[in-house]
């Protein structure tokens, strides 16, 4: 599976936005989607995830916050993540990623950056 985020910039405290994850390939046999995030000399932590069956989870740091949703389009799976009431603590790079078939597979990042 090929991973493609794209989305990320600068916005201000209170903001929105959202990323995007194209995934494409082997799609069919994914069975959770996600994201994760590091903020500068931090190490990587969980976001939020969707499983195939449409249930989801979140970190309680951004729960209420953001939401995690799925579509497919022309054969390719898109995860978005929507973040709203944006403030400077998430500021970092998203990776998502992908879980099937007993391999997990990341995406490049894009940068989020929450800032006045």
């Known amino acids: 599976v090929q991973l493609q985020a794209s989305g990320g910039g600068l916005v201000q405290p209170g903001g929105s936005l959202r990323v995007s994850c194209a995934a494409s390939?082997?799609?069919?046999?994914?069975?959770?989607m996600g994201w994760y995030r590091q903020a500068p000399e931090k190490q990587r932590e969980f976001v939020a995830l969707?499983?195939?069956?449409?249930?989801?989870?979140?970190a309680d740091s951004v729960k209420g916050r953001f939401t995690i949703s799925t579509e497919v389009a022309e054969s390719t799976l898109y995860i978005n993540l929507q973040m709203d009431s944006l403030n400077p603590d998430d500021t970092g790079v998203y990776y998502c990623?992908?879980?099937?078939?007993?391999?997990?597979?990341w995406g490049q990042g894009t940068l989020v950056t929450v800032s006045s």
């Open positions: 990623y992908v879980y099937g078939n007993g391999e997990r597979s």
């Open positions: 969707i499983r195939k069956s449409g249930s989801t989870g979140y």
């Open positions: 390939g082997s799609i069919s046999s994914l069975e959770i």
